[in-house]
Structures are given as structure tokens and as C-alpha cells.
């Protein structure tokens, strides 16, 4: 069922204090739809607030709360105090974006690690489901918005490159946003729900996630953190490979990460920006499945062509076979 427009609805953002949590607030406000967003850093989320109330249409109202979606107090507090301060008994969208990256190896990373990544990415989605679907059935016609990943259906970054916790979570959030497809048309039929699928997107994604596991940005590690972060066994691997320098020092991994988190942003094949309006344009069309990138929708199509390929990379992208590289 398509939503005409935004105007005049009220809208939740999580994980808005930077990427596509910042894009989403940023276009719900232009087009005349209040929001009420949270993250982790309270002066990255004060940032969004700004920019987003300098182009916002007239009427509109964005408040700023901070919240980690890994804590269910801190998400039922994040909508007592949206829903005091904007005066509303109802939200009318709700966009669980949160995410961070980490925890790639279940053999290798700290369980701490693995678990935080986990808990944010998944028990976020859960919690702000439980906590905001009563007040979406209240408005009458509600939008959940869940947002997963090409990690939710191919459960990799490819050779060498372990990506479990992450994968795990958004193989979660797909089975759940999936099943409440029909759990929502049985029981909830005033709301639905839409499910993002990005895959490559400009983001700090990589910065954001060493701050959520309580690290500095790179750029302000210790020579310990940085270390840590890099273990001798990759440094090997990226002296090698030319990406680091012979003897890598510290600073010499301080800068690696920092660029690192430059290049996934800023060399991105999708914008944060273009990837919310993507989003937004597909929950206006009524979409309930929303691929963000020619990456994401490739590796879609050749992971449901070659299911028993999937991780066997030579085969799985070896060319079409069934329909394999075209979108549907």
C-alpha cells in the first residue's frame, strides 16, 4: 500500500547521527515530516538536528535523543520522551537503522566484541519493534522500515573475509521483517512493513563502529588500540599486499584506518543521500523489499540462481546461469 506523502507524519530514525540515519532525517524534514532521532554520540546527533531543522518545511519538528538500541530501557525511555515532546499518542514511521560492523570472526574476535555488534544490529531492530509497534498500529497507517543488508543474504564479504556477527544479525532482521509480512496482514493490518537491503553505501560505518565498541576514532587511538585493531598476522597480510609500509608503525595503522574509513564513504557507489532517497521513494511506492546498489542487487541475483555456489566465489560470479544478473 503506498504512502501519498510524508507530510504531517511523525517519523522514528535510529543510528541517525551520521549516514543514512542523517540522509533519512534530513529528507523526511524537507518534505514536511517531524522526526524524532536517536544514536549513540550526542554531538553527531546534535549535528543532524541542525542541519536537518535548516531545511526543514514549515511546521516541522526534529528532536535529537540520545539512545544505544542494544539497551531496551534506553529504547522504551528514547519514545517515552519522543512521544512527550512532540505531543503525539502515535508514530506514523519507524526506520530501524542502527547498525554497526565488527565481530567478523566467531573463532578469532572477543566474544564482547562479537556480541556487541550483535546486540546492536539485531536486539536494536527487536527492541525498537516492540516498542513503537503498538504506537504505529495507532496511527492507522504505519510504516515499519528494517533495515538488513547484502550480509543478510549472503553471509560474506568474500575470500578471506569472515563476516559473522554482522551476517548473523542481518540474516535476523531479514527473517524477521520478512515473517511479519503476514503476522502484521493477520494481525496488524493498519501497519506494514518495508525491508532495506544496501549494499555498498557511503557511510562512516567504520569509524562509527570502533566508537561503539568504546574506541576512539583512528585517528586519536593509542599505539595499544591501533595494535589491537590490527593484529601482526593482517599487518603481515597488508605489508605484502603494499598497503602498509615494511616495519608498520602505530601511526603508520592509525593512518591506514583512518583512510580506510575515508575510502568506504567517499568512494562508495551510492551516497547516503541517493541511498535514502531510495528508501524513502520505495516506502512512498508501497515496496516491501528495497535493493540500494547495482552490488547489492548482483550478488542478489546470483545468490538465489547458485544458492549451493554461494560461497564457492569463482562459481558464484562466473557469469548468468537461471537468470543469475538480472534483477527482479
Known sequence: MAMESFTGKLAVVTGGGSGMGRELTRQLAVQGCSVAVCDLNP??????????EEGAA????????VCDV?????VLRFRDELLAEHASDHVDLVFSNA???????????????????FAIDWWGVYYCARAFLPLLIASGDGVLVNTSGV????????????????SAAKFAVRGFTEALIEDLRSNAPQVRV???LPGHVGTDIVTNSLMAQGLPAPERMSDAQAEEIVPPKTRDMLIQAGVLPEAATAEDLRQFLARGNADFRDKAPVS???AATIILDGVR???????????ATMIDAAVRARPEAAYDYDELFAGPADGAGQAS
Request: aromatic share 8%.
Open 43 to 52: 554531538d553527531l546527533l546534535a549535528e543532524t538536528v541542525m542541519l536537518a
Open 70 to 74: 542494544a539497551e531496551e530501557a534506553q
Open 194 to 196: 518495508a525491508l532495506v
Open 272 to 274: 547516503a543521500a541517493q
Open 151 to 166: 550480509n543478510g543474504f549472503w553471509a560474506s564479504l568474500g575470500p578471506g573475509v569472515p563476516q559473522t556477527a554482522y
Open 58 to 65: 514549515p511546521g516541522v519538528r526534529v528532536t535529537g535523543h
Open 99 to 117: 547498525g554497526i560492523g565488527g565481530g567478523d570472526s566467531f573463532v578469532r574476535s572477543r566474544r564482547e566484541e562479537w556480541e556487541r555488534v
Open 285 to 295: 511506492a508501497g515496496a516491501w523489499r528495497i535493493l540500494i546498489g547495482q552490488d
